[in-house]
């Protein structure tokens, strides 16, 4: 049997080793010749060695020439197809890192080395040099472990690198460690700031924020969804920014279009503000946008979630409470009616949540506090 490795001398006298093989038959079957030449007769029958093994077994991908990053870029688009903006702002977020930090590596030269690099670099000097959580880290692994099995499925690389690559178990421990001292405020820091900010133009909308409301569905709640003779509001819609568009949708589940009883206190806060708007609307005349929405500055032109998020910190800086985030409020309504012995279903259905557990494990923050009331019980079992 002839060698299939030639020998090919150049015009410059240089010597060269040239073969010709068959690779894996095409997608439409067609045969496939691969033509490689190499400086030294072993470097040759070790390529040949190697692509006749792959084409065996089913290994055999052709030279491509793309980049992590361009990749990458193809399979945003095709991921990201009839999602929402929220979530191609996500996916586009979570590689930005691995674009960064691979730039113009072929993907066929990526490595599984590469990948632990990539993950040790985003935990310290990611996001501008400050470094990135656990979570950050897990959601774009999950990302890039998703484009690679793309690119292994159309042949453009033989495994997933990133498939086995994780977070390292101390990082997500400090990360836990860090998330458990973040904690909503107690039932007497909230009604410390609700002391404080009575008098204060957005009283009522922060009311709404305090009775567990998300702050895109205070943002997106409209007057026609109030109804104050009746006592309740229903959650429809959210209003929320992503990246620098404003973003107006429906509830994204079933479970979170709702309608909420209102406590008293917060009826008569949105009628002072119904009140105070229409006072307003007089004052700016033709300037005025009526725009429908309840949350609105004096020009009637409604809020975002960050707008609202400012102007709460700025509120908890004048009263002296402790800085949390206009989400923990909701944390903090949903812990107390858990605490106050609200049933699990109806925690859920308030919250917007199909599932009650959820609701339980992500939203409840269980306090010393509520471990006296605990012990109090054993008072009067044991007393």
């Known amino acids: 049997m002839s060698d299939p490795i030639t020998k090919v001398v150049l015009k410059d006298g240089t010597v060269r080793y040239r073969f010709v093989t068959d690779g894996p038959r095409r997608p439409d079957g067609r045969r496939r010749q691969i033509t490689k030449t190499f400086d030294t007769k072993k470097q040759a029958r070790s390529e040949l060695s190697r692509i006749r093994h792959q084409s065996k077994t089913g290994e055999y991908v052709s030279p491509d020439k793309i980049t992590v990053t361009e990749w990458l870029d193809r399979w945003l688009k095709t991921a990201t197809v009839d999602v929402e903006k929220n979530t191609v702002r996500s996916y586009t977020y979570a590689l930005q890192s691995a674009k960064d930090y691979f730039g113009e590596l072929p993907l066929q030269r990526l490595t599984e080395e590469d990948v632990d690099d990539l993950v040790s670099w985003m935990i310290t000097k990611g996001r501008g040099g400050n470094g990135v959580g656990a979570y950050s880290v897990e959601l774009s692994l999950s990302r890039l472990r998703s484009a690679l099995n793309e690119a292994v499925r159309r042949r453009l690389v033989v495994r997933n690198v990133a498939q086995f690559t994780r977070v390292p178990r101390q990082v997500r421990k400090d990360q836990a460690r860090r998330k458990a001292e973040r904690k ?20 009522a909308a922060l009311l709404l924020s305090l009775l567990g409301l998300r702050p895109g569905e205070v943002c997106g709640l409209k007057w026609s969804a109030v109804d104050l003779e009746a006592g309740t509001l229903r959650v ?6 992503v990246g620098t568009e404003i973003e107006e949708k429906e509830t994204k ?60 910190y700025r509120l908890m800086k004048e009263v002296g409470v402790r800085k949390v985030r206009p989400y923990d409020a909701r944390h903090s309504a949903l812990t107390f009616l858990a605490t106050s012995g609200v049933p699990d279903t109806v925690l859920a259905a308030w919250a917007g949540h199909a599932n009650a557990a959820f609701t339980k494990r992500v939203y409840v923050t269980v306090d010393p506090e509520h471990l006296r009331v605990a012990a109090s019980a054993f008072d009067r079992l044991l007393g």
């Open 236 to 241: 429809e819609w959210t209003r929320t920014l």
């Open 253 to 312: 589940t079933r479970a979170g279009e709702r309608t909420l009883p209102l406590p008293a206190p917060v009826i008569v806060a949105l009628r002072a503000f119904r009140v105070r708007q229409a006072a307003e609307r007089l004052r700016a005349g033709e300037g005025y946008q009526d725009s429908g929405y309840v949350l609105v500055d004096k020009w009637g032109r409604p809020f975002t979630s960050e707008r609202l998020r400012y102007h709460a």
């Open 184 to 203: 909503p405020w107690t039932e007497e820091e909230v009604k410390r700031f609700l002391r404080g900010i009575k008098g204060d133009r957005l009283f």
